[in-house]
């Protein structure tokens, strides 16, 4: 790996495998077909119904002119100050702040000019520690242009820009100091992975043979994972840029979520894919350890003919239960939430079901959220609802409304792991960053 400082940050602490261990894989050389149907979720007529109902939103954000596709906070367990960064479709990125004191809150917009849609945004927060020298807070954001640019998250101040990959479809920071960005491009399916104080380019991970759909570094930090429309899951070497192992997944359907830290060992990746399915691989053994079905085949194969049909039922977010991590939850776009339980054969324990009303359609889930200390779910829909469900007994234990259309993505802070009080960040085709303060132990 180049660059001195990162040999130097990174050689402290054991987190890498050493060159010789690593594995070379052999890349099948025939594409798996892709099928481009849409899973949008949303129905006409939801945006009518959901406008009539009362806007729950402790705060909302109106300074984006076009659908919202990307959200990232943090809530500061010192002083309760709020840190918000939001992405979307205007080509503009904003960094919202509101103070715990009660003061107005603040929008600032991130300056650099992006020419094409803000895709992703991180926070490093929870990665950094309290000697802000050694790594500082950054926010990061990517767009389809291509360009990956650093914020203070503080003021807003832009840091850097980082020369990369085109079309960057997700970022995420490296789990042990928060000074190495990993990012995926959708385009032309490669993986960067930048040591931030130096600006240099680390690693280039290349064998993906469609666009890279999501990815994370493991808990440990010794690994980074890639999901694939390629129908591929993918453990890379970060010392190396090797690629150590392949999951050749189902009969190569795209993957479209990933998850990681599942399992009591936390090796445990679950992955989403656009024919319904989610597979467990664990990154130690490297072997799928279950395939789960989430969506229901027979009726599938009932309308095999409509093509509406067939693109409704992709599993579009996915999930471990950090409260049991034998327990993750798929969330597909026919609007249901599975919960299942890894230590029995991958069983479905509980099924999550809106049920349809006058008042609600539901739609397909967009994102899933965990309590870190509950067997609660967070979940965002196509019809702008966040839904709360007891995991255990399947009950619905609150609707969050306000946003107008659907929610393109969500994630939710927790004021303390044994609070029943989060903050849940929202971000829609809606165009506004809703934050609600939500209280998940009472029944409603």
Request: charged residues 25%; negative net charge; aromatic residues 6%.
């Amino acid at each position: 790996v180049s660059g001195d400082a990162y040999n130097n940050e990174m050689d402290n602490e054991p987190v890498f495998v050493d060159m010789k261990d690593a594995v070379e894989v052999n890349v099948d050389e025939e594409n798996v077909p892709m099928d481009d149907a849409s899973d949008d979720g949303e129905e006409e007529g939801q945006q009518e119904t959901t406008d009539e109902t009362e806007d729950m939103a402790k705060c909302k954000f109106t300074q984006h002119s076009g659908p919202v596709y990307a959200v990232a906070s943090h809530l500061d367990a010192k002083n309760g100050d709020i840190t918000i960064v939001s992405g979307g479709g205007d080509d503009r990125a904003f960094l919202h702040k509101i103070p715990a004191s009660g003061g107005e809150p603040v929008t600032i917009p991130l300056s650099h000019t992006h020419t094409d849609s803000v895709s992703c945004a991180a926070l490093n927060h929870a990665f950094v520690s309290e000697d802000l020298s050694k790594t500082p807070k950054l926010a990061a954001v990517g767009g389809y242009d291509g360009a990956i640019v650093l914020y203070d998250p503080d003021t807003g101040d832009k840091i850097k820009e980082l020369e990369g990959p085109s079309d960057v479809e997700w970022v995420c920071f490296h789990p042990k100091g928060g000074s190495v960005l990993l990012a995926g491009s959708v385009a032309d399916g490669t993986i960067w992975m930048y040591h931030i104080p130096t600006s240099k380019c680390l690693q280039v991970f290349v064998g993906h043979e469609s666009g890279v759909t999501a990815g994370s570094f493991t808990p440990d930090g010794r690994w980074a994972l890639s999901a694939s429309s390629d129908g591929t899951l993918r453990i890379w070497a970060p010392r190396t840029g090797m690629n150590k192992h392949v999951f050749r997944l189902g009969g190569g359907a795209g993957l479209t979520s990933l998850a990681i830290n599942g399992g009591t060992d936390g090796q445990l990746v679950v992955t989403g894919a656009e024919d319904g399915t989610a597979h467990v691989c664990h990154v130690g053994t490297k072997k799928v350890v279950a395939t789960l079905q989430h969506a229901d085949i027979g009726n599938q194969q009932q309308d095999a003919e409509e093509e509406e049909e067939d693109a409704a039922v992709g599993v579009e977010a996915v999930g471990f239960s950090p409260f049991n991590p034998n327990w993750c939850a798929t969330g597909g776009v026919d609007g249901l939430i599975k919960v299942w339980d890894l230590t029995n054969n991958g069983q479905c324990r509980q099924i999550c079901r809106v049920e349809e009303t006058t008042d609600s359609q539901g739609g397909g889930v967009t994102r899933l959220r965990w309590h870190p200390k509950s067997p609660i779910l967070f979940s965002s829909y196509s019809d702008g609802a966040i839904r709360i469900w007891d995991a255990r007994s399947g009950e619905l234990i609150r609707t969050v409304l306000g946003n107008t259309d659907m929610i393109n993505d969500m994630v939710v802070n927790f004021l303390d792991d044994n609070s029943t009080k989060a903050l849940a960040v929202s971000g829609g085709d809606d165009k506004a960053v809703r934050v609600f303060e939500v209280d998940h132990g009472q029944n409603h």
